[in-house]
T-cell receptor, first 115, second 119 residues
Framework: DTGVSQDPRHKITKRGQNVTFRCDPI?????LYWYRQTLGQGPEFLTY????????KSRLLSDRFSAERPKGSFSTLEIQRTEQGDSAMYLC?????????????FGPGTRLTVL | AQTVTQSQPEMSVQEAETVTLSCTYD???????LFWYKQPPSRQMILVIR??????QNATENRFSVNFQKAAKSFSLKISDSQLGDAAMYFC????????????????FGKGTLLTVNP
């Protein structure tokens, strides 16, 4: 299977702890996106990479959040000093710049629960 | 900023029947893409169908088709011959046409419509 993968699938943490999520995009895709989805809502954009460059960050991405894509392949999303409001599903998607419509393909997500 | 509205939080359909999910959007742009994604329970989001705004012809993928009304900013999804496996949350999404900078690649989603298929 060469789809988008995310690890871990589930994470339970205590308030104030740091957590890190990983996303592995489809291998030829040079664009990578992070979204957050809370219960009963559609996904909301967090940030976007083209290769290793982070080109846009949403206002949702507070200073406690940081994302990297060091070699233009996998990406990590770190949340420092987690808060209960950070509980959500964190989705990663990737797309191919050379594709006809740059369609985004999603991973299974990481569900974060902050106690 | 673009917005996407799905006015039906829940819909139900009998197996083998046809159902239409509604989506409206607001934008000042003339070129853009529209998508329908399906998110089954506890499973990942998958693309159902996409429409380029510059194409007048409505997109079709097997049992899934759209009714794209650009002037009305409406983008509904029709599912024909509904199957039990169609049960899922369906999201309508908007994306600006590429080529105008990084901010235009993000998807803007509606809140979703939960589709139940009754046997």
């Amino acid at each position: 299977d060469t789809g988008v993968s995310q690890d871990p699938r589930h994470k339970i943490t205590k308030r104030g702890q740091n957590v890190t999520f990983r996303c592995d995009p489809i291998s030829e895709h040079n664009r990578l996106y992070w979204y957050r989805q809370t219960l009963g809502q559609g996904p909301e954009f967090l940030t976007y990479f083209q290769n290793e460059a982070q080109l846009e960050k949403s206002r949702l991405l507070s200073d406690r959040f940081s994302a990297e894509r060091p070699k233009g392949s996998f990406s990590t999303l770190e949340i420092q000093r987690t808060e209960q409001g950070d509980s959500a599903m964190y989705l990663c998607a990737s797309s191919d710049q050379g594709g006809p419509t740059d369609t985004q393909y999603f991973g299974p997500g990481t569900r974060l629960t902050v106690l | 900023a673009q917005t996407v509205t799905q006015s039906q939080p829940e819909m139900s359909v009998q197996e083998a029947e046809t159902v239409t999910l509604s989506c409206t959007y607001d934008t000042s742009e003339s070129d853009y893409y529209l998508f329908w994604y399906k998110q089954p329970p506890s499973r990942q989001m998958i693309l159902v169908i996409r429409q380029e705004a510059y194409k007048q012809q409505n997109a079709t993928e097997n049992r899934f088709s759209v009714n794209f009304q650009k002037a009305a900013k409406s983008f509904s999804l029709k599912i024909s011959d509904s199957q039990l496996g169609d049960a899922a949350m369906y999201f309508c999404a908007y994306r600006s046409y590429r080529g105008r900078g990084g901010s235009n690649y993000k998807l803007t989603f509606g809140k979703g419509t939960l589709l139940t298929v009754n046997p």
